[in-house]
């Protein structure tokens, strides 16, 4: 793998800096975290004939950054698109991979000392290729947005894996919820807030027309998801005395809690007068 660093000369190139020798065929690479003082960049790659996930950490020295593997952990077989996210809320990246010969996306969670955990393998149909990380029911944590064939039908479309990691004392668990664009042949899909609303919005662009329908190779789909308030624990749009209710069940609680409205990691008497601040209807 070779790094290139940007020139401070006013014609935009970039000077080769390093090489790093990969133990496998890299398949994709995705930056991770960059920390506050830049002295520690983190990137995760795949490999695919050795059917893992490296971390890749650079250290810079004297205007210098040097490049060394941090640690390694196994995918399925067949590891192609790779993202990272906070998945269960610890402010600690995760990595998704898809592997496309295995049928499955494997989700590895980031460990307080910067490595991965064993993947937790998803189900996902068959031969799932693009994938993409979306809050799309604006819930506040990262959804899976996967392209791939749904066994049932033999159809390809765009298949939202929901997270319910809150709801499952954050161990991580994902459940499918609906699919979109099935049947036009998606191969890549992305996502932004196309039309400013503080939304994720979803892109999908088709390899070839559809046989049925509209003739169009790109789709836009506004999020349309109501918000729910942080404040909100059941979900019925209203701050009330059932959610006052739950946050006392969890009083002085520590650790990644939905009750921990201020993300101190423990519920107290600020996460109670921010419920208060938000009574009503969200």
């Not at 210098?64 to 640690?71: A, C, L, N, Q």
């Not at 033999?154 to 161990?171: A, C, E, K, L």
């Not at 049925?212 to 789909?221: A, E």
């Not at 998801?225 to 969890?250: H, P, Q, R």
């Amino acid at each position: 793998m070779y790094f290139y660093e940007s020139t401070q000369a006013l014609t935009g190139s970039f000077v080769n800096t390093s090489i790093l020798a990969a133990p496998s065929k890299p398949e994709k690479i995705v930056p991770g975290d960059v920390n506050h003082d830049k002295d520690l960049i983190q990137l995760f790659v795949s490999f695919g004939s050795g059917n893992d996930v490296g971390e890749v950490i650079g250290g810079v020295t004297a205007r210098v950054t040097s490049w060394t593997y941090g640690s390694f952990a196994p995918v399925a077989i067949g590891p192609k698109e790779i993202l990272s996210g906070d998945l269960n809320g610890d402010a600690i990246l995760d990595v998704i991979v898809s592997c496309e010969d295995s049928d499955v996306i494997c989700v590895l969670t980031g460990l307080p000392d910067g490595s991965l955990s064993l993947p937790l393998q998803l189900l996902v149909g068959d031969a799932p290729t693009d994938i993409e990380l979306v809050d799309y029911d604006n819930d506040g944590d990262l959804d899976i947005a996967v392209i791939a064939t749904d066994v049932s039908t033999s159809m390809r479309g765009v298949r939202m894996f929901r997270n319910d990691t809150s709801s499952n004392g954050w161990n991580l668990m994902f459940a499918i919820d609906i699919s979109y664009d099935v049947g036009q042949n998606p191969i890549l899909v992305a996502k932004g807030d196309l039309d400013g609303n503080g939304q994720d919005d979803l892109v999908t662009i088709f390899e070839s027309p559809a046989f049925r329908g509209p003739n169009q190779n790109l789709q836009l789909r506004h999020n349309e998801a109501t918000a729910i308030c942080d404040s909100d624990f059941d979900g019925n749009y209203e701050v009330d005395v059932l959610d006052l209710l739950t946050l006392i069940a969890m009083w002085e609680a520590v650790g990644p809690n939905p009750e921990d409205l201020n993300g101190d990691r423990i519920v107290n008497v600020s996460d109670l007068l921010i419920l208060i601040a938000a009574w009503g209807p969200c």
